[in-house]
């Protein structure tokens, strides 16, 4: 639930904010009229999400085991290169992102048609929408447990539309260069846990060679899989299983926090290792870069903009 509880609030309060600039600025620019059609956008976006979910969890009993496997493994590839990507696109544009929002309603008020503040909506949603499902998908996939995840993610999902409308009312102040930062962070760990559970997915489904593979080197002693470095690089890099029982308590939290499970092959550790050393520096960078001395922008009450008749009349 932690886990899925922080992607929920992180993923949730960029939409919620995205939501909140947009209606903040159509009724200061007095043009209320068209917040149906804005609000039909995000219903569409969130109704894609959730047809997406239901299409990946009851689609998948129909097949092989196998092709489950490669699904999940390669639909937990696609959910880590989205997670990836909007990890460092907030980062590069979280100070321009109320101006950018702004110049798209303007240009769709300016064409007046319907479908124009529809697409801002549906838009601004889908791209969070469809990422979390995909993310949330993927580590119920990986944990086993559908209802504490989703209770998670539900909870963190409602907390970000309470913070998001907090903000709106200017009731609340958050530093959100401070927020996206750690649980940009978080996300980086949680984007590599998923990274290597999609390496495990297609081993299993011998898409990549591995411990369940002919590729896997035999233990001369035992005849099992070998372990440790004898094994590099198709077989287990580690086995902690008698310590770590699968599936239990602690092994469901260093799985959601850090992406470790109690068995894990080489081809595991080294990808997750790569990612989180690479997309982690440079992840760290760009916190360092230097900032303005504002916030990034945000839900920021402003003073109305005179209508036309209102600048006649001055």
């Known amino acids: 639930m932690l886990a899925t509880f922080l992607i929920g609030l992180r993923e949730g309060l960029e939409a919620a904010l995205v939501v909140g600039i947009l209606v903040a600025y159509l009724t200061r620019v007095g043009r209320r009229d068209v917040l149906p059609r804005l609000w039909a956008g995000v219903g569409l976006a969130v109704a894609l999400a959730v047809v997406i979910g239901a299409v990946l969890t009851f689609g998948a009993y129909a097949l092989t085991f196998e092709a489950q496997e490669i699904i999940g493994g390669t639909l937990s590839l696609v959910a880590v290169a989205m997670v990836t990507w909007m990890i460092f696109w907030m980062q590069r544009t979280a100070r321009t992102l109320k101006s950018s929002l702004e110049g798209g ?7 007046g048609g319907l479908w124009g503040i529809v697409l801002i ?18 580590m119920v996939q990986s944990f086993g447990d559908a209802p504490a995840a989703l209770v998670g993610a539900l909870l963190g999902l409602g907390v970000a539309v309470l913070l998001g409308w907090l903000l709106a009312r200017g009731m609340l102040r958050l530093d959100l260069r401070v927020f996206f930062g750690w649980t940009g962070a978080f996300l980086v760990i949680v984007a590599a846990g998923v990274l290597a559970y999609a390496i495990h997915d297609l081993q299993e489904a011998g898409v990549l060679p591995g411990p369940f593979t002919a590729a896997a080197p035999i233990d001369p002693a035992t005849g099992a899989v070998a372990i440790g470095w004898a094994a590099f690089p198709f077989g287990w890099a580690f086995d902690v299983s ?17 992406g470790f499970m109690p068995r894990m092959s080489w081809l595991q550790v080294v990808a997750w290792t790569l990612y989180v050393g690479i997309v982690g520096t440079l992840f760290i960078r760009g916190q360092r870069r230097p900032q303005p001395a504002r916030a990034p922008e945000a839900l920021v009450r402003e003073a109305p903009v005179p209508t036309a008749s209102q600048q006649g009349a001055a």
């Open 121 to 138: 909506g549906f838009v601004s949603v889908a791209r969070e929408g469809v990422e979390t499902t995909l993310l949330l998908w993927s």
């Open 242 to 258: 008698a310590v770590i029982t699968p599936g239990s308590p602690l092994a469901a939290v260093l799985q959601a926090t850090v």
């Open 105 to 111: 309603l303007d240009r769709a008020l300016a064409v």
